[in-house]
């Protein structure tokens, strides 16, 4: 996402200015070319020789510099992107007027580029009328606002105003450079495994993390789209960006798909669902005896894509998920394309050493689409093979 890009952050004069250090630092992780512009209130938390180390380049304070460069008009009309973290009331109240009284207040007025602000402040200050409608206009304007968190704050209250989590602040840098594709467009996921309980403290399950259906929400959130992501119980946490709907059986699963479907434009149904069941559910735990338990029933749970299918309107898009240990994955993934009447199907090769389910890699992954679409990848990373699939069902979609 952010191989050479290229990103201006502009830190200005709140306690949380520490914090952008792990900002600058994951952008440049991440392939990102960073610049860095302060204000000379943030140089009294924190000083430029620290994000000059963590950027690898020079920091700009100074409205006054050298004659060869003008970094108060280059640096935000030369890049993808600025972030302002964090946005002061003061900077905010400056962007909001217009006003250029130093470097990082100019540079903002001549910018070019997409602008996100982080902004940080005593939860009294962040809901001050003032600060507010100066939030307002800029949004108004096209800025993007990423609210703060709520929590403790440095000044020993707590309340709303708490400098947001990084992978936070990630996606909406990502989003505000991301063509918003899905604008409008309702999407619901389904990921992570089912669990069909024997008695109240065993089930049948499978290894399946939630890793796919997380990066296809996120992929889809950073185009634009609503999305609703139906969880199975895992480990993963969902960004509260992303409605959250936990579910814990098969049919609880199905349930939960069919009444949201209606108000679904395109559904990605990630999860790995039990197809059995045990027939009966035993009240109390199970008791261990001398013999063995030769017998263990099982009964169909219902099947979602077919369920789906009978009810879903021609012009949503429903995209389903196999994961197969068979050999010719390209002739499964077809027969189950039209079997499930799909509009896509990813299918992907899983193998005993788990990778697949709970890898934040897929090994052989082929997507097919009834419109003809074919990609093939020998290996692909979950969050690519995301971004992949929602911009080719974008493309041909026209969405
Ligand atoms: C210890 C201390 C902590 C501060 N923390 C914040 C803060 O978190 N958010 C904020 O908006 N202002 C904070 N301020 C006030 C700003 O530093 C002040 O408004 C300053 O004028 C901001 O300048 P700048 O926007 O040019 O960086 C703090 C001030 C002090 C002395």
Excluded at 101 to 110: F, K, P, R
Aim: hydrophobic share 45%; glycine share 6%.
């Amino acid at each position: 996402m952010w191989t050479q890009k290229r990103v201006v952050v502009a830190v200005t004069g709140g306690i949380a200015a520490y914090k952008t250090c792990s900002l600058v630092s994951k952008l440049r992780q991440e392939g990102a070319e960073v610049k860095v512009a302060m204000t000379k209130n943030a140089t009294s938390f924190i000083s430029p020789e620290c994000f000059e180390a963590l950027a690898r380049t020079k920091v700009y304070v100074d409205l006054w510099g050298s004659a060869e460069e003008i970094p108060h008009i280059s640096l935000g009309q030369e890049c993808d992107l600025v972030v302002v973290a964090p946005a002061t009331a003061n900077i905010l109240a400056k962007m909001a007027h217009g006003i250029a009284d130093d470097l990082v207040s100019t540079m903002l007025l001549a910018a070019t580029a997409p602008v996100v602000v982080v902004p940080s402040m005593n939860a009294v200050m962040w809901e001050h009328p003032a600060v507010q409608a100066n939030l307002k206009i800029l949004a108004d304007r096209g800025v993007r606002v990423v609210n703060p968190d709520v929590g403790n704050l440095a000044c020993g209250t707590s309340g709303r105003g708490r400098f947001p989590e990084l992978d936070r602040i990630m996606a909406e840098m990502a989003k505000a450079v991301t063509v918003q594709s899905y604008q409008g467009k309702r999407v619901l996921v389904t990921a992570g495994p089912t669990r069909e309980y024997l008695d109240p403290v065993r089930f049948l399950s499978n290894p399946s993390t939630g890793k796919m259906g997380l990066a296809i929400a996120k992929a889809a959130w950073q185009r634009g789209a609503e999305v609703t992501l139906i969880l199975g119980p895992c480990e993963t946490k969902v960004p509260d960006y992303i409605n959250h709907v936990p579910v814990v059986s098969a049919e609880e699963m199905l349930e939960a798909v069919l009444s949201h479907l209606a108000n679904t434009d395109l559904l990605f149904m990630t999860a790995a669902v039990a197809d059995y069941r045990p027939k009966c559910e035993a009240a109390e735990k199970i008791k261990k005896t001398q013999s063995d338990l030769s017998t263990l029933e099982l009964t169909r749970n219902p099947d979602i894509l077919l369920q789906v299918k009978a009810v879903r309107r021609p012009e949503q898009i429903i995209v389903g998920f196999a994961a197969e240990t068979a050999a010719d994955l390209v002739e499964l993934a077809k027969k189950k394309l039209t079997a499930k009447g799909l509009d896509y199907i990813v299918a992907n090769r899983v193998h005993k050493t788990d990778k697949g389910f709970s890898s934040s890699v897929q090994s052989e992954v082929v997507i097919l689409g009834k419109d003809g679409s074919y990609r093939h990848y020998q290996e692909i990373n979950k969050e690519e093979l995301a971004h992949s699939l929602c911009d080719l069902i974008a493309t041909a979609n026209q969405l």
